[in-house]
T-cell receptor, first 112, second 114 residues
């Protein structure tokens, strides 16, 4: 069945780059998403990538997609304390309706 | 302001006492869904609705009911809550049930069942 996996924790120093990795199983997924969840808040869509793309850049965010390995990554350049949050990778279920399959979430801690 | 609202935001209840969590969106979206978030498991879909009077089960529907009598509202009903339904619940909506439509999430409802 569908499954999305990501590591649970990442700690980085302020100003460094953060790389959050994700693997997925549904090779038919057409869209892959990154969501951010700040403490006590809902989910905010950060960025997404179409499955026919290898890379997408949006200001400090870079998404890389390796479709052969079903591997997705999110790179945050110049990580700031405001980037501390849980980051969810999600793929769209290819079964014909808008169901998102989420990973468990990676908690990013940014320290001085 | 375009938004998805949920009420209540926090709820503590006892086993077996029926409760309803409301969800409302003001974007005229056709598609709405409910997810629950548990540590180490991410978000899992409970139920979804493609339009008024059209609902279907997600991955973890046991113990939940939903209804979609109006386009803007999609309440989640727990007829007889149990402690394993203690979780953080999110409602989401999108314009249509297609993969590229951005889903907008509500702020979440933290439910504790004792």
């Amino acid at each position: 069945g569908e499954d999305v996996e990501q590591s649970l924790f990442l700690s980085v120093r302020e100003g460094d780059s953060s790389v959050i990795n994700c693997t997925y199983t549904d090779s038919s997924s057409t869209y892959l998403y990154w969501y951010k969840q700040e403490p006590g808040a809902g989910l905010q869509l950060l960025t997404y990538i179409f499955s026919n793309m290898d890379m997408k850049q949006d200001q400090r965010l870079t998404v890389l997609l390796n479709k052969k390995d079903k591997h997705l990554s999110l790179r945050i350049a110049d990580t700031q304390t405001g980037d501390s949050a849980i980051y969810f990778c999600a793929e769209v279920f290819s079964g014909g309706y808008n169901k998102l399959i989420f990973g468990a979430g990676t908690r990013l801690a940014v320290h001085p | 302001e375009a938004q998805v609202t949920q009420n209540p935001r926090y709820l503590i209840t006892v086993t077996g006492k029926k409760l309803t969590v409301t969800c409302s969106q003001n974007m005229n979206h056709e598609y709405m869904s409910w997810y629950r978030q548990d540590p180490g498991l991410g978000l899992r879909q409970i139920y979804y609705s493609m339009n008024v009077e059209v609902t279907d089960k997600g991955d973890v529907p046991e113990g939940y009911k939903v209804s979609r009598k109006e386009k803007r509202n999609f309440p989640l009903i727990l007829e007889s809550p149990s402690p394993n339904q203690t979780s953080l619940y999110f409602c989401a909506s999108s314009s249509e049930g297609q993969g590229m439509d951005e889903q907008y999430f509500g702020p979440g409802t933290r439910l504790t069942v004792t």
